[in-house]
């Protein structure tokens, strides 16, 4: 890791790192895109309370691997801001995972370059199971969108599970005209680069998410990206910027508090913590459905013994209560357990680089 990071100075705590304007992809207005073409596969609370600690220190509750793993510490990096959606799942699954392994988690954010700069920097991570790298949908896409990326996603990483898995729902600022999500297609048509789309930077799932919506209505519009939604989501509450997409556990809280409005749920059925937002398909854009699904990764020489520690640990963190009530508040679910596992995870990476590459290939994206 570089050592440019800001420690917070409590005992285990949020550790923020901030990397180089010119490691970011942070111009303000990115890509603009024109796109013939969409398809699809198949997540505002108030930016989530900025945890200081990801676990607390907990009472050694055995998981030991062979080897005495783990016996200090263990970062977990998440590639976006504090207080978005990558941050709030990883915070939920580290407290219990750390109870199980009976050593502390230390949850890092390493912003930048729509999630590629953590990956990069877990990659070349030294092997030890101490840098884990939690990472969702854009560890498929980077590979097509960014031609010099530092790593190999199926080549470079092992992966210790899938986590959970997330809907995605397009909201506005309140002021903004549209209220519907028909009328939001008639505005960005009428009013094209005019409008302001906030994502995450090339490669985050907000990315994608917009990518398509540009493509389902053929038009482009200006895309402001920041180092995670958390940030992009007070900048849309505060009128900065018009609308994003982005995970509903990021938006559920502000959608419910009537911070947004939420124009469309991108699952193929409403979601029970959003039961009054209509899906893309009922409101007119049936092409939008994206799925967010998170996974854990470590570099790939790490002992198997220490994968087998962390996938157990993920395993039980996923069949603990009070994780699955709080995902459910945040209008999600965790994975089935056939599904937390290294095989079932990167069957899904590999199928999803699959199916993204001609998707991103045909709009013509690329990360500069
Ligand atoms: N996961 C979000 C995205 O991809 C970013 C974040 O977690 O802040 O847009």
Known sequence: MRQDQSFDATPSATVAIRRGAGLRLSTLVATALLLSACAGSG???APAESAGAATEAPAASGGAAAGGYPDRPIDFIVPFSAGGPTDTVTRLVADPMSKTLGQQIVVKNVEGAGGTLAAGEVAAATPDGYTVLMHH??????PTLYKDL??????????????????MTIIGNNDFEPTTLQELVDYVKANKEDVTYANAGIGAASHLCGLLFQSAVDTKVTEVPYDGTGPALTDLV???????????TNTTGQITGGKVKAYAIT???????????????EAGLPDLKVNVWHGLYVPKDTPDEVVQALTDALKAALKEQSVIDKFAELGTTPVSEDQANPEAHT?????????????IEEAGVTAP
């Open 347 to 359: 069957e899904r990476l590999q199928s999803e680089i699959e199916l993204w590459k001609p998707i």
């Open 238 to 248: 505060g009128g900065q910027v018009n609308f994003m997409c982005d995970q509903t």
């Open 43 to 45: 997540g505002a609370s």
């Open 137 to 142: 949908i854009g560890m498929s896409t980077a």
């Open 150 to 167: 530092p790593y190999k996603p199926l080549e470079d990483f092992k992966t210790i599970g899938l986590v959970t898995e997330v809907p």
């Open 267 to 281: 699952s193929p059925e409403r979601n029970p913590a959003l039961p009054d937002v209509p899906t893309t398909t």
